[in-house]
């Protein structure tokens, strides 16, 4: 069953018995390396200047730029210090009043280069006064080595993947609520390291709890094994037996952070015997990822899975060719559907009453413009009733690509990551975020009538991203350029003639940051530009006549600010570092950037600039 090229985002799977969306990639931070002061060596500049000798200073360095170094040393690690909010769930109590947080939070690490993984849970309870409150854990609890964790549609279990380095094999854990439960070394003759990074990535538990699909590196080919007398065949190498190997058969791979990564290939553990196994009939050409597991309607023990493929037979010339892909939504792919392993183990009945349809994206405007970003579309799969695929199921287009947005309107759908269940308790109603022009805004789409409403505030320069659905209330992260993240916690009001979202401040330890670093972004001030075109020709489209945005983040400490604004030819204004994203098939957001903010407060005037 092939669909046009998209992402699946519906169809049940991983945190509840709703329709399920896995994301494309997520946009990553930019860290700033520990050597910011390129001229002195980094030992030097993490040190107190009272620390450094005259011998460690480099030629041309004196005491009074070493200070200066030592300061934005100092000041690079208050803001490494503030927590990003990565990911949420959230899974309903046994008592009906409360609910059960857990976040995914990353902090960065100098000295390792690296980021912190960590691990914070909270309860959420609701009073009768309608307040609600968080009460969160006293303490993170860091994920050493973990790649990813992926808890079940139950809440009850949780996967940990960690993906070893070298050919250590890849252990994965299914923990309870108090123990872990199972421990599985899948050794490297299976397959590799899970993709784990947001666009191949594919991990989904089935319904039941008893087997998990995801998406792993295929395993290696034997490579030719030679000696003193020359081929002696194919297999693996031993070093200690006077062998060495040859090199194989070049792997052309996917580029960029794929470098060196084998084929994206599907398999699926049934989690009680610990046995893996490869999903067959998908064709070697497709790279695999998204799956999601689809919903059981009868007590039949065929199970089907749900995934996009990406062929390498891609062009004119239909030949293995494999482009980069990273952020790169016009490669061609498509949706599938394949027959799931370990058939006639589940025989226990889901009925799901939400599963009547498959809900993707499509990136056809992509695709057939070439652009690596172009608007997307929303669309529809009615699902057949008995839960076998049918390529002849109908598709409906939900939210058509919006080619001219008036101003102020809706622009159309530019998503870069959804929720894993994203439903409404109505069964037709999804939230999601998307890019709106600078900011990016939390919708909400009703994938019948194909409305599409803009439930996080409009006139602000905050941009908002939904985290996780408390039933039928949000909770989400605000932040801008230089206010740090702030969790929010909405509920949606109906009152007589009027509705709307009422979004209520959550006190965590999360938005916590340092005295110092919270009066340097006091000082600052952030604005959307709207910049005009300059004698724009009647040849040019509407679009093209149509001012373009820029971010603009000034300092306002500076004594020569006021000076600036009267446009006087002697004032000194502070200088102005202007950023330009790789477009321009792409966008920069209010979203808070720790590099941003850190550059910001040491005095520099920031212009960020967005195309149309």
């Known amino acids: 069953m092939q669909a046009p090229c998209g992402r699946p985002l519906g169809q049940p799977g991983e945190q509840d018995a709703n329709d399920k969306f896995l994301s494309p990639g997520t946009l990553g931070e930019f860290l700033f390396d520990v050597r910011i002061c390129c001229k002195l060596p980094a030992t030097v500049a993490m040190q107190g200047p009272g620390n450094v000798t005259a011998k460690d200073m480099p030629h041309g360095i004196n005491e009074t730029t070493v200070h200066e170094y030592d300061s934005q040393a100092k000041l690079l690690q208050e803001f490494s210090k503030v927590p990003s909010i990565d990911k949420a769930w959230i899974f309903k109590s046994d008592s009906g009043g409360s609910s059960r947080a857990m976040f995914s939070i990353s902090q960065m690490n100098f000295v390792a280069n690296k980021k912190r993984k960590l691990i914070l849970s909270s309860h959420i309870v609701k009073t009768n006064n309608q307040s609600t409150n968080f009460q969160w854990s ?4 860091e994920m050493d080595g973990v790649s990813a964790i992926v808890p079940s549609p139950s809440g009850s279990k949780l996967l940990v993947v960690r993906n070893k380095e070298d050919e250590a094999p890849t252990q994965l854990e299914i923990w309870g609520s108090a123990q872990l439960e199972k421990a599985i070394q899948i050794p490297r003759s299976v397959h590799g390291s899970l993709f784990v990074d947001g666009w191949f ?4 538990w089935n319904f039941e709890e008893t087997h998990i699909a995801y998406v792993a590196e295929e395993p290696a080919l034997p490579k030719p094994v030679f000696d003193d007398s020359g081929f002696k065949g194919e297999g693996p190498f031993n070093k200690d037996s006077g062998t060495w190997n040859g090199q194989g058969d070049w792997e052309e791979d ?3 952070t794929y470098s060196k990564k084998r084929r994206p290939t599907l398999f699926v553990l049934q989690i009680s015997s610990g046995e893996v196994q490869i999903v067959k009939g998908i064709s070697k050409s497709l790279s695999v990822g998204q799956v999601v597991w689809v919903p059981s309607f009868s007590s039949a023990s065929e199970k089907f899975l749900v995934f996009v493929g990406w062929s390498s037979e891609n062009g004119p010339q239909q030949t293995p060719r494999k482009l980069g892909i990273k952020y790169c939504y016009n490669r061609p792919c498509g949706l599938y559907a394949v027959r799931a392993p370990f058939g006639g183990h589940d025989n226990k009945a889901v009925i799901d009453p939400d599963g009547k349809h498959l809900v993707f994206l499509s990136a056809r405007s992509a695709v057939d413009s070439g652009a690596h970003w172009a608007t997307n579309s929303l669309h529809r799969m009615v699902w057949p009733a008995d839960g076998r695929p049918d390529s002849s199921a109908k598709v ?10 008036k101003e102020g ?6 998503c870069s990551h959804f929720l894993p269940c994203p439903w409404l308790s ?8 998307s890019a709106w022009r600078s900011t990016v805004a939390i919708l909400s789409i009703n994938i019948l009538s194909g409305q599409v409403s803009r439930i996080s505030p409009g006139d602000t320069i905050y941009s908002w991203d939904v985290l996780a659905l408390d039933g039928d209330d949000i909770l989400a992260v605000t932040s801008s350029p230089i206010d740090p993240p702030q969790l929010k916690y909405g509920s949606y009001t109906n009152h007589m003639e009027q509705s709307s979202w009422n979004w209520l401040d959550v006190s965590s330890p999360v938005a916590g940051c340092s005295d110092k670093v919270r009066s340097l972004l006091s000082l600052n001030h952030c604005s959307i530009l709207e910049v005009p075109v300059k004698n724009p020709s009647e040849t040019l489209s509407e679009g093209a006549r149509r001012p373009f945005e820029a971010i603009f983040i000034s300092h306002s400490s500076s004594e020569s600010e006021e000076t600036c604004k009267g446009n006087k030819k002697d004032a000194v204004c502070g200088p102005v570092i202007v950023i330009i994203h790789g477009g321009p098939h792409s966008v920069s957001s209010t979203t808070y950037a720790k590099s941003f903010a850190f550059l910001s407060s040491l005095g520099y005037n920031l212009l960020i600039v967005n195309y149309r």
């Open 138 to 141: 006293p303490f993170p609890v």
């Open 201 to 204: 990535e594919g991990i989904s």
């Open 254 to 256: 996917w580029g960029e």
């Open 396 to 405: 409906s287009c939900v939210v058509p690509v919006v080619m001219c947005p």
């Open 409 to 414: 309107s809706f622009p159309g759908l530019y």
């Open 426 to 433: 109505d069964g037709y109603t999804i939230i999601l975020s």
